[in-house]
């Protein structure tokens, strides 16, 4: 308010000093003669003010004009001046409009709009680094596959697009299914930016697909120290990658340099079960069981796994079943609760013959947390307690329909695989398995439900080897069929001698 106020009294009083200073001329005395072209004009002292001020306006009108037709002169010319520099700021200001309306039509899938809007802004601009990545995409967009490769190497000639161009034609191979030309160009990418997130992530999984171990722990190491992976979750794939180089090099017969990396792999993550187990076995390899037992034990403590306990047994091969339930107590005694716990114990005296003391040892999983391989179990203790065969094949019966209990299976798509592998068969994700009960199981594991059977099978011999008692007379009665029982047979005597014939033979009455 106060500068408005302050704004309008300047503009008064600059008035008020105009008018005085006009007043004052117009009573001077005096002027200002011009004789030009044979005539004389006589001004006064206003009139020559304003003549000069006159002057001076038709003079500066006279240079611009000049400067003017100077510039044109030069825009004709070709050469940068002040109008081709206007034309040039147009000419761009339409450009990058242009620019902006592709890359909305790109975001709204309208490949064609996008595709009309890049020639316009590559025709105004004359930015191939800018316009060449609009042109890849909405030819993408579009299906022409043809000419988004020309263009995405067009961006590999210019060092400032070298990396989008690398990765554009890295992302056509992927989609191609050219995965050994894909990591190569991963690769590059990766060299030119070598904290670039998705580049790191792609050429990971391309690395673990092919096999790559050694490759893909430089990568893992590369993501940690760009600070794309927390420590703790690089040390759990790191011993990971470390496990796949060991069953890498076991398939080729490298025991030495395969016990090493078994190691280190259960070093770096102790609770990865295949890597305990790998661990334990390479110990036992060189002769050091007791290194074997304390990984076993360790890893037991974090999750009781059936990988665990079998690995466990090839400390001592050799040993009695009682020897074996002995040596067992250092980890059975350990969560005697779990139910992976139970279910061991019941295995090695079912193995033991100790039935009743199987039946104890499996306790209430039963009821509670009853599987395939519980029931199986069931199975052989009820047969090796000499059950009937209508009870072993209840229990059997059981076991076909109860799910198959906790398997490996993947987090990502949740597919069950039959044993732990660093990816996933069916979606290729890197360090997704885990050990849990799957959703809906298909596939029987491999520790309970395929191994218990031959158990039984074993007793079944045994019992056949063994001489059969004389059957009861309430034996013979059950296997008779239901027709013969309905016929008048004659009570037959325990005491009673067979009838025989002359040649001694015993007589076999038919029934009708």
Wanted: proline fraction near 6%; hydrophobic fraction near 45%; charged fraction near 25%.
């Amino acid at each position: 308010m106060l500068w408005s106020l302050l704004k309008i009294l300047v503009f008064v009083a600059i008035i008020g000093l105009l008018a005085m200073g006009a007043m004052f001329l117009m009573e001077t005395s005096g002027g200002v003669q011009i004789t030009a072209w044979g005539q004389e004009f006589t001004l006064g002292p206003l009139q020559s003010v304003i003549a000069l001020g006159v002057l001076v306006v038709l003079i500066w009108v006279f240079f611009k004009l000049l400067t003017l037709l100077i510039a044109t002169l030069h825009f004709l010319n070709g050469d940068e001046t002040a109008l081709s520099r206007y034309f040039d700021r147009s000419r761009e200001k339409r450009g990058y409009q242009a620019l902006a309306d592709g890359l909305m039509a790109l975001a709204s899938g309208e490949g064609r709009v996008a595709m009309n809007k890049a020639y316009k802004a590559e025709k105004l601009l004359n930015k191939p680094e800018l316009t060449n990545l609009l042109v890849a995409q909405a030819a993408e967009m579009n299906g022409d596959t043809t000419k988004a490769s020309e263009t995405y190497k067009k961006l590999v000639t210019n060092n400032a697009t070298r990396f989008v161009g690398v990765r554009g034609i890295m992302k056509q191979k992927l989609a191609e299914g050219d995965d050994d030309t894909a990591r190569k160009l991963a690769e590059k990418a990766l060299a030119i930016k070598p904290r670039h997130a998705e580049t790191q992530d792609i050429l990971l999984g391309l690395q673990t697909k092919s096999h790559d171990w050694s490759g893909a722990r430089s990568t893992l190491t590369a993501k940690l120290k760009a600070g794309h992976l927390p420590r703790d979750v690089f040390k759990r794939r790191d011993a990971v990658l470390a496990l796949s180089e060991a069953k890498g090099i076991l398939a080729e017969g490298a025991t030495v340099e395969q016990q090493e990396h078994a190691i280190e792999a259960n070093r770096l993550s102790p609770d990865l079960v295949p890597a305990a187990a790998m661990a334990a076995r390479a110990y036992i390899e060189k002769g050091k069981p007791r290194a074997a037992t304390k990984i076993l034990k360790k890893a037991w403590e974090v999750q009781p796994h059936p990988d665990l306990a079998h690995a466990f047994a090839e400390i001592a091969p050799d040993e009695t079943p009682e020897a074996r339930i002995k040596r067992f107590t250092a980890l059975t005694r350990i969560h005697p609760e779990n139910p992976e716990t139970r279910l061991i114990l019941a295995e090695l005296n079912i193995v033991a013959e100790d039935f009743p003391e199987a039946r104890r040892a499996l306790g209430d999983v039963v009821e509670k947390q009853a599987d395939a391989r519980a029931y199986t179990l069931m199975a052989a203790i009820e047969r090796g307690e000499g059950a009937s065969d209508a009870v072993v094949q209840g229990w059997l019966a059981k076991a076909l329909n109860a799910p198959r209990g906790p398997q490996w299976v993947c987090d990502n798509c949740h597919d069950i695989q039959p044993e732990w592998a660093p990816v996933c068969q069916n979606c290729g994700s890197f360090d997704t398995l885990s050990w849990q009960t799957p959703r809906t199981p298909e596939i029987a594991t491999a520790t309970g439900v395929h191994m218990l059977p031959l158990i039984v099978g074993a007793l079944e011999d045994k019992q056949e080897a063994e001489p059969e008692p004389e059957p009861e007379i309430e034996e013979v009665e059950e296997t008779v069929e239901p027709e013969v029982i309905e016929m008048p047979v004659e009570p037959v005597r325990p005491d009673a001698e067979p009838a025989v014939n002359a040649d001694g033979e015993p007589v076999v009455e038919k029934q009708a």
